[in-house]
């Protein structure tokens, strides 16, 4: 099986997700070849990795991401919900986690946001990376297609990808109207079919979040350039080891 690892917020299923400590560890794994990354901004407009639009779930902090400086995101304790042992981590800039990753793992970055909630997201992100990353070790995602946009007027070349949950019958006309070349999609909608459809459109698939053994057995059997977007990167020994893709029928779905 080739197909990609993909850390969904680092390896977020033992460390904090979307922190530094949690992308460390997933660059730690060998078969980690991406990271998957949530990217939202302060209310002084820096891009901060953080998924949930509000602090409660993953932060001691409470309110809306959106409005907090980045001075007070950073008094922040990011890690404690997790484990203790994680006390005391903080919500990473965009720019620390190019610098922590730059040359050694490629970056799925999600653009969270909804409607007009961050009309600068984009322009903020491609300030971080451009001329600073090659286009190819990085790919833009969103669900907000308006983001996708957005990044398309900035700069043309620069690889996108939208983020779907379904399977619409008109997907692959709406990949081509944005201009995207990457379809992030919920793994219960990956078939044959559109794998099939996919990759006569040229477009690379990542499936999500796929925290099963036998589920990235499934899925890899479908097409080996899928990429496979876990929480538990330890999945992937066991999953594809010699001794189970001995016993292992593929998966026949159309």
């Known amino acids: 099986?080739?197909?990609?690892?993909?850390?969904h917020r680092g390896y977020s299923s033992l460390a904090p997700e979307n922190t530094l400590a949690s992308f460390k560890l997933a660059m730690e794994q060998k078969q980690v070849s991406w990271i998957e990354l949530d990217v939202q901004l302060?209310?002084?407009?820096?891009?901060?990795?953080?998924?949930?639009?509000r602090l409660e779930r993953t932060t001691n902090g409470k309110g809306n991401?959106?409005?907090?400086?980045?001075?007070?995101?950073?008094?922040?304790?990011?890690?404690?919900?997790?484990?203790?042992?994680?006390?005391?981590?903080?919500?990473?800039?965009?720019?620390?986690?190019?610098?922590?990753?730059?040359?050694?793992?490629?970056?799925?970055?999600?653009?969270?946001?909804?409607?007009?909630?961050?009309?600068?997201?984009?322009?903020?992100?491609?300030?971080?990376?451009?001329?600073?990353?090659?286009?190819?070790?990085?790919?833009?995602?969103?669900?907000?297609?308006?983001?996708?946009?957005?990044?398309?007027?900035?700069?043309?070349?620069?690889p996108t990808g939208l983020i779907i949950n379904a399977s619409p019958p008109d997907l692959a006309r709406q990949l081509e109207q944005l201009g995207c070349n990457f379809l992030s999609i919920g793994y219960p909608h990956v078939t044959k079919s559109l794998i099939k459809e996919m990759n006569s459109k040229k477009i690379t698939v990542m499936a999500w979040t796929i925290d099963s053994s036998r589920i990235l057995?499934?899925?890899?059997?479908?097409?080996?350039?899928?990429m496979l977007c876990t929480n538990?990167?330890?999945?992937w020994n066991k999953a594809f080891s010699k001794k189970m893709l001995k016993w292992f029928k593929p998966n026949s779905s159309k």
Not at 42 to 53: A, C, M, N, Q, T
Not at 232 to 235: I, M, Q, R, T, V
Request: aromatic letters at 6%; one cysteine or more.
């Open 42 to 53: 302060s209310r002084d407009g820096v891009p901060i990795v953080i998924h949930d639009y």
């Open 232 to 235: 538990k990167p330890e999945l």
């Open 217 to 226: 057995r499934n899925i890899a059997a479908i097409d080996p350039n899928i």
């Open 1 to 7: 099986m080739n197909n990609l690892c993909v850390a």
């Open 65 to 158: 991401v959106r409005d907090h400086t980045l001075k007070e995101l950073k008094k922040l304790d990011a890690g404690s919900w997790k484990s203790k042992d994680y006390s005391g981590e903080r919500i990473p800039t965009l720019a620390e986690v190019l610098e922590l990753t730059k040359g050694k793992v490629r970056l799925n970055i999600e653009l969270k946001t909804v409607g007009d909630m961050y009309p600068n997201l984009a322009v903020a992100v491609m300030r971080e990376l451009y001329g600073n990353w090659n286009s190819c070790d990085y790919v833009i995602t969103s669900f907000e297609q308006k983001a996708l946009q957005q990044i398309k007027r900035i700069h043309p070349g620069i």
